[in-house]
């Protein structure tokens, strides 16, 4: 007896074969986005605290990576905006090394703060990363 020749395995197989692409092609598409997503920029770690003494709005450095000296820093007192650099706030000797870093005080005097809002923000220009956003005195 001959046998009969049937085509029944062959649509089985193309169905699990056209499975296996379109399942093979999903997940490397997928990988790709997620694996050749860019990293995170880094930004600056840094600790910086503000405090009032008196009139004065200082903020002191305490830790972390040093700063540039274009810094900006913003105060915000009673209202006003006043703009600044870290090197228009940091004395003569601390200014040398051309950074802001570990320990040095940026000092702000000449406003009388007694009962105004004190607001400081501290930006580092070169990655436009906020820093330090904070109320050191409600008013």
């Known amino acids: 007896m001959k046998g ?16 296996l692409t379109v399942a093979v092609s999903v997940f490397s598409v ?5 694996l050749s997503d860019l990293s995170p920029e880094e ?5 910086i605290v ?4 008196g009139n004065n709005v ?3 450095h305490r830790g972390g990576e040093p700063l540039p000296l274009e810094s900006e820093i913003v105060l915000t007192i009673g209202g006003t905006q006043l703009n600044f650099t870290a090197g228009q706030l940091l004395d003569n000797k601390s200014k040398q090394d051309e950074l802001w870093t570990i320990g040095e005080l ?3 005097s ?8 004190v607001e400081a923000t501290v930006v580092d220009v070169k990655d436009d990363t906020t ?8 008013g």
């Open 110 to 117: 000449g406003t009388n703060l007694t009962g105004l809002r």
């Open 131 to 138: 820093l330090l956003m904070g109320i050191l005195q409600h």
């Open 58 to 60: 200082i903020l002191t």
């Open 50 to 53: 503000g405090a009032l003494e």
């Open 4 to 19: 009969k020749r049937t085509d029944e395995a062959i649509s089985d197989l193309l169905g699990a074969m056209l499975l």
């Open 43 to 47: 930004h600056p770690l840094v600790t």
């Open 30 to 34: 997928i990988s790709l986005n997620i």
């Open 106 to 108: 940026l000092v702000y």
